[in-house]
């Protein structure tokens, strides 16, 4: 099985698989905590458009791709942060840009298993200057993320605080949507359109249930990422199916075992502060706090539109 | 020594004829304040007043329309280390793995670039300003477990953590029950009293925090009355703020607001 080493396009597909897990385990936990998973979905497939349009014009689909992506992640930046108010026109823009990709598609037949690839994902096409390019964005990424780290993580848990502090939250807010743009783009030739969420999401939901602290889920989910994307690019080497299938299924397979397992530590974890949990004036009223702090921060929302 | 004299007289807030308008609505209208040091003032006033607004005004994020605004001798800017702030109570969301302790460190270096290391004067510090809230036995609990007070408790310590002569809460007392509302007001008493930290909350109830409170800002209508509670929570008083009959009752030794619009 390990054989297939030796060739230089599974090399090349392991060196690109291992930079993109790496990427998207640090910009998608950021993804997570902001609560934008679905706006990072839906930039894949806004970036569709784009990338059926480019072939159509006769560029690298991933120009395309990248042009799309980044105009969505600028345009949902500038959204603001009504979640549900986001997710709406988030999603009306989406469908419109896959009707458009399809339509860009059907166009052109000739391109049709191009464009199943982006969809689907083909990891085991690429060249050596993919690797270097995928190579160059994953370290960009990776610096900027890394400089942005303390203002992002503190913006995105307190926007108000944050910005009373002196972060610049909206345009931080862009710039992160601008480098998941770049991520999506470059996640694309593995995993497809389609299955983005597996690379993105898929390693921080899982790390997230083990650990707490940032850094470990990150490292934890940066792992998880590594070892799926080896193991489905060698196991696929050896077989018919694509790539983007053994990536998902070990993805969810993972995240499932995890899941059922992890009320195991996470009792624990409560045991170890009893006091917290367990305070008589707290049980009095133990549904308060959340659910009236929501309605709370509802009407504080609508001050802020009425102001 | 000179130096010394001269800081304490300087109001830590100094504000004249604040004029404030957002999409063009007139939130505050000529609004003067004098606040001195070590003074509690309780921000009072229906939704939509400006009380937050007022804040955002003091914190640098929002510009006046007109009038003058000096904070600790200077004008308002972002992201000055003098001045704590714990905005209305926000949920920290339940699968937040982050702990309290992270959570409060933001205070000390949040803005700064980089992914920063852990130091251990800055493990002190925040274990310093957890102590401070009484929060040490939960400073490493991930903050989606916290209670609602507890939470509040945090978000004080955060902002006192640059140790400010200025702390701004907003409705810090929400959504708690009687006790834990204890436990905060009592907190604000020793910071404010102990530490000689001016602090402005803005509330909409006086009563629990009436044994610390100084003077009362009243906000209504755009307008604003600052003094002593017995001379601003009065039927007369605030009629004219509101421009309608407003009278105050006061029984079982709090006082309650009643008026046809408030």
């Not at chain 1, 096409?125 to 990424?141: E, H, K, P, W």
């Not at chain 1, 972060?167 to 470059?186: H, N, Y």
Request: with cysteine; glycine share 10%; proline share 5%.
């Amino acid at each position: 099985m390990f054989d297939a080493l030796h060739y230089t396009y599974i090399q090349n597909a392991l060196l690109a698989g291992s930079l993109v897990a790496v990427v998207a385990a640090l910009v998608g936990y950021f993804l997570v905590i902001r609560g934008l998973t679905f706006a990072g979905h839906a930039m894949s497939h806004i970036g569709f458009a784009g990338a059926t349009g480019a072939l159509l014009l006769g560029v690298d689909p991933v120009f395309g791709l990248l042009v799309f992506t980044i105009g969505a992640g600028i345009g949902i930046g500038r959204l603001g942060s009504n979640v549900r108010q986001r997710d709406i026109v988030i999603g009306i823009m989406m469908t419109l840009t896959l009707g458009l990709g399809s339509m860009f598609i059907s166009l052109y037949h000739s391109y049709a298993e191009q464009a199943y690839s982006i969809l689907i994902g083909q990891v085991l096409g690429i060249s050596q200057t993919d690797v270097l390019v995928t190579a160059i964005f994953s370290v960009a990424v990776m610096s900027v993320i890394l400089i942005l780290f303390r203002p992002l993580l503190f913006c995105s848990i307190d926007p108000e605080v944050a910005e009373a502090r002196g972060v610049p939250v909206e345009r931080l807010s862009v710039l992160f949507l601008v480098l998941v743009a770049i991520t999506v783009s470059m996640s694309v030739q593995f995993v497809g359109i389609l299955l983005i969420f597996t690379l993105l999401v898929g390693p921080v939901a899982t790390a997230m249930r083990i650990f707490q602290r940032p850094l470990w889920v990150i490292v934890c989910a940066m792992f998880l990422g590594l070892s799926s994307i080896w193991a489905s690019i060698i196991v696929a080497a050896n077989g018919d199916w694509p790539v983007s299938f053994y990536i998902t299924a070990i993805s969810f397979g993972v995240y499932l075992l995890v899941r059922v397992l992890s009320p195991l530590w996470i009792g624990q974890r409560n045991e170890q502060c009893p006091s917290v949990l367990f305070t008589p004036a707290d049980t009095l009223q133990p549904e308060r706090g959340p659910k009236q702090a929501a309605t709370t921060q509802v009407s504080g929302s609508l001050q802020e539109v009425s102001h | 020594m000179e130096s010394e004299t001269l800081q304490t007289s300087v109001p830590v807030i100094d504000v004249e004829q604040l004029h404030v308008r957002l999409a063009g609505r007139t939130i505050l209208e000529d609004i003067n304040l004098c606040i001195a040091e070590g003074e509690c003032i309780t921000v009072l006033g229906p939704n939509g007043a400006g009380k937050s607004t007022l804040f955002k005004v003091l914190l640098g994020l929002l510009k006046p329309s007109a009038g003058s605004v000096r904070v600790l001798g200077q004008p308002p800017r972002r992201g000055n280390k003098q001045i704590g702030y714990a905005p209305q109570h926000r949920v920290l969301e339940a699968e937040l793995a982050l702990r309290a302790r992270d959570v409060v460190g933001f205070g000390l270096d949040g803005n700064r670039w980089g992914p920063g290391w852990p130091s251990r004067r800055q493990t002190s510090l925040i274990d310093q300003a957890l102590e401070e809230v009484d929060g040490t036995r939960f400073a490493n609990v991930p903050v989606g477990q916290l209670s609602g007070g507890e939470q509040q408790r945090l978000l004080i310590a955060q902002a006192l953590l640059t140790h400010p002569r200025l702390l701004l809460l907003d409705e810090p007392l929400a959504n708690l029950d009687i006790s834990r509302e204890r436990e905060i007001v009592d907190l604000i008493t020793k910071v404010c009293r102990q530490r000689n930290v001016t602090v402005m909350v803005v509330t909409h109830d006086i009563n629990p925090l009436l044994s610390v409170t100084d003077r009362v800002l009243y906000l209504a209508n755009g307008h604003g009355a600052l003094g002593m509670p017995n001379e601003v929570i009065t039927g007369a008083t605030l009629s004219q703020l509101y421009g309608s009959p407003v009278e105050v009752v006061e029984a079982l030794d709090r006082l309650f607001v009643v008026g046809a619009q408030i």
